[in-house]
């Protein structure tokens, strides 16, 4: 695995097989159309894409990573498929016009979140169209949190993800919600551990 920057010129992935991002490469274009190809971007790392991407069949994951794209992103099927943590999803930025279709997917990862998550999924000058479909699912049940969206906007696309407290809870009585409300004061999405008669935030 390299650990420099890459370039390449017009890359294809139209064969079986999984590419994950080791660099942070630059490339000319992109063109994902294999059923069974798929691309995982994943943090730290960016993808950027002078020209246009086109993507129309197989997997483009985000999994923490950045997809930047200089000119023109289109979608016409495939899964775009994001994972969400805390403060982070991935995400993708179009310099120009965001073109969509093809499947939206998210995954919600395990993980201390605020009342209010807004995620930019995807981010562009124009935003065209809308997804063919949306998937969504929690690596973890919790009755605690939901997902709400897509919103299309003029520029993005965006998901949003609602923690509810732990007193407001459907179907506790009086005990359960003083608890709730209890645990919900010293409720942190930072995790804090006493250690040899200090705290420490990690």
Do not use: C, K
Not at 119 to 144: K, W
């Amino acid at each position: 695995a390299a650990n420099e920057a890459a370039r390449y010129y017009d890359v294809t992935l139209s064969n079986p097989g999984t590419i994950t991002l080791d660099m942070s490469p630059q490339i000319d274009s992109l063109t994902i159309a294999g059923a069974q190809s798929a691309l995982v971007i994943g943090a730290p790392y960016t993808l950027e894409v002078v020209l246009d991407t086109m993507f129309s069949a197989g997997t483009l994951a985000m999994a923490g990573g950045t997809l930047t794209i200089g000119g023109n992103y289109t979608q016409t099927g495939g899964l775009l498929h994001f994972q969400l943590a805390p403060g982070a999803g991935g995400r993708i930025t179009v310099a120009d016009t965001a073109t969509l279709g093809g499947t939206l997917g998210v995954t919600v990862t395990p993980g201390l979140y605020g009342l209010s998550t807004r995620y930019a999924l995807l981010t562009a000058g124009v935003i065209s169209g809308q997804f063919a479909q949306f998937a969504s699912q929690f690596l973890q049940p919790s009755a605690f949190l939901s997902l709400s969206g897509p919103f299309y906007n003029p520029t993005s696309v965006d998901v949003t993800l609602t923690r509810t407290p732990f007193g407001a809870l459907a179907g506790l009585n009086g005990n359960q919600r003083a608890v709730g409300n209890a645990l919900e004061s010293a409720y942190a999405t930072t995790l804090i551990a006493y250690v040899i008669g200090r705290w420490h935030l990690f």
